[in-house]
């Protein structure tokens, strides 16, 4: 794990469409094109927000993308799920915020809702679906007293 550069914004977008596109249709498709995705993530996520990346073989295979206590990515690529390595990317969230961790995630992410609750997360709220794609989530939170 290393913290990722402003020249990994290609590999960490890659990375990101390549799991949301594979999570279709337990989570809605995104709502903005490759394109606009790749532009995000080069003039908004790695300028701006503190972004983590795991590699294999010299290239980004998962991405942690943290605002404050906020969780606001966690993905890994579908040819690497079940190897740990957001479990990873959770310790490493929880050293750096040892107190709380929150995120969003869609309700029928069922996998992704068994992963943050093996890890201690609980559900706190749920929505309809106030998010950009206009689909159900739920918002768990990890109390760092919880899982110590």
Do not use: C
């Not at 906020?70 to 690497?80: G, N």
């Not at 997360?121 to 939170?141: I, K, L, Q, S």
Request: proline content about 6%.
């Amino acid at each position: 794990m290393r913290r990722a550069g402003v020249d990994d914004a290609p590999a960490v977008a890659e990375v990101w469409l390549r799991s949301r596109h594979a999570s279709v249709p337990a989570i809605p498709a995104p709502v903005h094109s490759d394109d606009e995705v790749r532009a995000y993530f080069d003039w908004v996520v790695l300028p701006e927000l503190p972004t983590w990346v795991i590699e294999r073989d010299g290239h980004v295979v998962a991405l942690l993308v943290l605002r404050g206590g906020w969780i606001e990515h966690l993905y890994v690529d579908p040819e690497w799920t079940g190897q740990g390595l957001g479990s990873q990317f959770l310790g490493h969230a929880k050293q750096l915020h040892p107190d709380r961790l929150d995120l969003w995630t869609f309700q029928g992410n069922t996998g992704a809702r068994r992963f943050y609750e093996r890890h201690g997360f609980t559900a706190v709220e749920t929505t309809d679906g106030d998010n950009e794609e206009g689909a159900p989530d739920v918002h768990y939170r990890w109390r760092g007293s919880d899982d110590r």
